[in-house]
Nanobody, 117 residues
Framework: QVQLVESGGGLGQAGGSLRLSCAAS????????MAWFRQAPGKQRELVER???????NYADSVKGRFTISRDNTKNTVHLQMNSLKPEDTGVYYC???????????WGQGTQVTVSP
């Protein structure tokens, strides 16, 4: 199993930037992709961005051109650079790992991102 710890959330202003980080541990050799999800107040959790082992990425339309996912496979970390923040980016951000044979890992605690107008 893979364990995940997110960090880097906090308060940002509209138009500003924040950077999130996530460290994976455990059975990291099975990971085939990592991703960031978010859950806004009163809404379902949604996929924000996904990056495969080979570096291919998938973005939600709402963050294209503003958010960038990156990954350091040697350190088992994944980052989310969030630029041009909007108040609607507010929510709890979770990272997760998609592993061969087991799928997505159990959710961590996430990190709160709050964007003020």
């Amino acid at each position: 199993q893979v364990q995940l710890v997110e960090s880097g959330g906090g308060l940002g202003q509209a138009g500003g930037s924040l950077r999130l980080s996530c460290a994976a541990s455990g059975s990291t050799f099975r990971i085939r992709a990592m991703a960031w999800f978010r859950q806004a107040p009163g809404k379902q959790r949604e996929l924000v961005e996904r990056i495969s082992n080979g570096g291919s990425t998938n973005y939600a339309d709402s963050v294209k051109g503003r958010f960038t996912i990156s990954r350091d496979n040697t350190k088992n970390t994944v980052h989310l650079q969030m630029n041009s923040l909007k108040p609607e980016d507010t929510g709890v951000y979770y990272c997760n790992a998609d592993s061969l044979g087991t799928g997505w890992s159990p959710w961590g605690q996430g990190t709160q991102v709050t964007v003020s107008p």
